[in-house]
């Protein structure tokens, strides 16, 4: 999602739901690994799995991981409707 000029603490936000624990740890360490190999760039990550949303920070793009319920519940893209989604995959 494409929120520059909308906010000022970042450009992208990345948003993705995993259905377990395990799914959200093992794509919060793929993404920071990958973007680390490719692109050399670190990563802050915040949240906990169990509690259900993970945030990894690359600065200019926010990575958010949800359990189902939290998505739902956090509703992120209506937060940011005024954002332009760039891609969708269901």
């Known amino acids: 999602m494409d929120i520059k000029g909308i906010a000022s603490f970042?450009?992208?936000?990345?948003?993705?739901?995993g259905t377990s624990d395990r799914m959200l740890d093992a794509l919060a360490n793929?993404?920071?690994?990958?973007?680390?190999?490719k692109h050399r760039k670190k990563a802050r990550k915040q949240g906990n799995s169990r509690d259900g949303w993970?945030?990894?920070?690359?600065?200019?793009?926010v990575v958010h991981l949800?359990?189902?319920?939290?998505?739902?519940?956090?509703?992120?893209?209506?937060?940011?409707?005024?954002?332009?989604?760039?891609?969708?995959?269901?």
């Open 10 to 17: 970042t450009d992208y936000f990345v948003i993705c739901t």
């Open 30 to 37: 793929a993404a920071i690994e990958d973007v680390r190999k």
């Open 54 to 61: 993970v945030v990894v920070d690359y600065g200019d793009v």
């Open 66 to 90: 949800f359990s189902p319920d939290q998505r739902d519940y956090y509703a992120i893209e209506e937060l940011w409707e005024d954002g332009k989604v760039l891609l969708r995959l269901k």
